[in-house]
């Protein structure tokens, strides 16, 4: 079966897991499997947050080429943000609209897309800085030319603290005008878009406390940083659009749709992880994605009273390092992983009441903190639909390919 998300059911929680265990019982943990319902019910959920911008999927966040496929069939989808050269050229293939949402030094990559006309016309690389465009001129003289987006800086400054991601050093008008206006006068690169993410927003659950910083605190920091960018685009758009007609205005993610959406200089959003339901973003006070994805550990031993130990468990996610990177057991209620040992590399023992009713063989699901980085883990996401497998999807990792 092709991964189709309108034969998806209305997704509910109710059941959810039962389902989910029921439909894959035939198989051996550790794997991930994929809600049909769950994802269509994100997919088009975001869609309605987003209340007419389009959305551009950040394909980090799922790293599958099916579903990537399948979602962009959804209207109110439309291109994927991309990470490395390499994924945006093959993504190309079978996607007409590619952004490169990070820099690239990556000179073979380079010099296949100045040779591929196909990837010329639908890959857009990202630059914030003249030193770029030189190394790519460097490595490939005289190229075709090639499509750019620049990065506006969209963190929060306020005197010496920052909320935010280091990314690009461009954050004033005049900054992003300037460095527009290079790109304008420099033959082998056409200027068609500008992106500036706020990780600050998109990134960080407003309804949860944050190392020091109690929820109300975040909420009051993201309201500030909301109106600063909000100012700060606006001009540096107007000032972009002077010298080059834009195709794109790119911003947020998924924690940021609807206020992204409500910036009149933003064309489209950027965001995924709202797809796959990953537990970082359980702390929304406005939306709450379906857990989507998830992976089944089997139980294999019984060290203690109120203990059982699973299989493997250690696929701990990327990001500053505090135990919210952990993955969390989703069910069956009332476990949770052990303190004392976390998620190890081979085996994770988990606690709860629910640990003296399980037998060996049984399987604990989890979730893993960020959505795309499970699949770097697993070849397949067995599809469920209701309470059956009905698709395997492959991976990056199941395609001989990987994010990085
Ligand atoms: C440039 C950019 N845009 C958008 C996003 C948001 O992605 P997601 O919605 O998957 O969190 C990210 C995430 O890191 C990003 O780097």
């Known amino acids: 079966m092709v991964l189709e998300l309108d034969a998806a059911r209305p997704w509910s929680a109710r059941g959810h897991w039962e389902r989910m265990d029921a439909a894959t019982a035939d198989l051996d943990g550790p794997f991930a499997a994929l809600s049909l319902d769950a994802l269509a019910h994100n997919a088009r959920a975001m869609v309605a947050r987003a209340a007419g911008t389009r959305l551009r999927l950040a394909s980090k966040s799922v790293r599958s080429r099916s579903v990537i496929e399948a979602v962009l069939a959804t209207p109110g989808w439309h291109g994927v943000l991309a990470a490395t050269l390499p994924e945006a050229l093959w993504l190309s293939q079978t996607v007409d609209d590619v952004l490169l949402g990070y820099p690239t030094v990556d000179r073979t990559a380079l010099r296949a897309l100045a040779a591929d ?21 460097a490595v490939v003289p005289g190229h075709p030319e090639i499509r750019v987006a620049l990065e506006l800086d ?6 010496p603290w920052r909320a935010g991601v280091l990314r690009s050093p461009l954050r004033s008008p005049g900054e992003l005008a300037g460095l527009a206006r290079t790109v304008v006068d420099r033959p082998g690169f056409r200027l068609v878009g500008v992106m500036s993410y706020e990780a600050q927003i998109a990134g960080v659950q407003d309804g949860r406390r944050r190392g020091g910083s109690p929820a109300f605190m975040v909420r009051a920091m993201q309201r500030i940083s909301s109106a600063d960018l909000r100012e700060r685009r606006a001009a540096a758009v107007a000032a972009v659009r002077q010298l080059a007609p834009l195709e794109f205005v790119n911003g947020g993610g998924t924690g940021s749709i609807e206020a992204t959406a409500a910036d009149p200089a933003v064309t489209e959003i950027g965001a995924g992880s709202g797809l796959f339901g990953a537990h970082l973003f359980d702390d929304y006070r406005g939306f709450t994605p379906a857990p989507a994805l998830a992976f089944a550990l089997p139980v294999v031993r019984r060290p203690g009273r109120g203990i059982v130990t699973l299989l493997g468990g250690g696929w701990v996610a990327s990001g500053p390092r505090v135990v919210d990177r952990d993955p969390v057991v989703a069910w069956p209620e009332g476990l949770s992983i052990h303190p004392g040992e976390g998620p190890g590399e081979v085996q994770t023992p988990v606690r709860g009441p629910a640990a003296d009713r399980m037998r060996l063989g049984d399987r604990v699901w989890l979730r893993h903190a960020k959505a795309g980085e499970l699949c770097e883990r697993t070849d397949l996401l067995h599809l469920v639909a209701g309470d059956q497998v009905v698709s395997t999807l492959p991976t990056y990792r199941g395609e001989g390919r990987k994010l990085l």
Do not use: F, K
């Open 154 to 159: 969209a963190a929060l400054e306020v005197g």
């Open 117 to 137: 006309e196909r990837a010329l016309a639908r890959v857009t690389i990202m630059v914030d800085s003249v030193e770029q465009l030189e190394l790519i001129d």
